[in-house]
């Protein structure tokens, strides 16, 4: 059966640090990969897509690879602020706008 | 533009009522999909409306139910409660259909069924 799996222990960093998030997945061959943010209470929201064809993605101080070879997304936060401190979910897209979530990962900043 | 918005925000219900949220997706975007959120099983796929058409259903039992109107606004329903349906539910709408399209996700309805 198809699974997306994220480190389900919370990251913490020290403010200023690169965060490195996981995303692997398996029976799965996704043609887009989505990364969202979720704050407590809130509903998650969009941050980056990569299609299947792409092997890196930036925006800002974000940055996500996609290896369809290893079946992994990796997801980068350079120069981190307490700010940035959330949730983190990877989703990969079945069919319409169905998305399969990973569990997430809680990202912990510390100033 | 206002964003996604689901009334009402909290919802306390008993065992064996039913329950209807509703969902009003940003001006223009036609896709309206529904997830259940857990601290136990995540975020899962509920069902997802096109242009009033179910196109996907997540693998929930029959009591879970949903219908999109011709302004594409978007209620989902949940008969005989269980306590087991105690979750955040969540309503995202998408401008167009397909994977290469983000999800714009509402603050969500908190339902506790005691």
């Known amino acids: 059966s198809q699974k997306i799996e994220q480190n389900s222990e919370a990251l913490n960093i020290q403010e200023g640090k690169t965060a490195t998030l996981t995303c692997n997945y398996t029976n799965y061959s996704p043609a887009y990969l989505q990364w969202y943010r979720q704050d407590p209470g809130r509903g998650p929201v969009f941050l980056l897509l990569i299609r299947e064809n792409e092997k890196e993605k930036r925006k800002e101080r974000l940055k996500v690879t996609f290896d369809t070879t290893l079946k992994q997304s990796l997801f980068h936060i350079t120069a981190s602020q307490p700010a940035d401190s959330a949730t983190y979910l990877c989703?990969?897209?079945?069919?319409?706008?169905?998305?399969?979530f990973g569990g997430g990962t809680r990202l912990m900043v510390k100033p | 533009k206002a964003g996604v918005t689901q009334t009402p925000r909290y919802l306390i219900k008993t065992r064996g009522q039913q329950v209807t949220l509703s969902c009003s997706p940003i001006s223009g975007h036609r896709s309206v999909s529904w997830y259940q959120q857990t601290p136990g099983q995540g975020l899962q796929f509920l069902f997802e409306?096109?242009?009033?058409?179910?196109?996907n259903k997540g693998n929930f039992p029959g009591r879970f139910s949903g219908r999109q109107f011709s302004n594409s606004r978007s209620e989902m329903n949940v008969s005989t409660l269980e306590l087991g349906d105690s979750a955040l539910y969540l309503c995202?709408?998408?401008?167009?259909?397909?994977?290469?399209?983000?999800?714009?996700f509402g603050q969500g309805t908190r339902l506790t069924v005691v």
């Open positions: 409306y096109f242009s009033e058409t179910q196109r």
């Open positions: 989703a990969l897209h079945n069919a319409g706008n169905m998305l399969t």
């Open positions: 995202a709408s998408s401008l167009g259909v397909g994977g290469g399209t983000e999800a714009f």
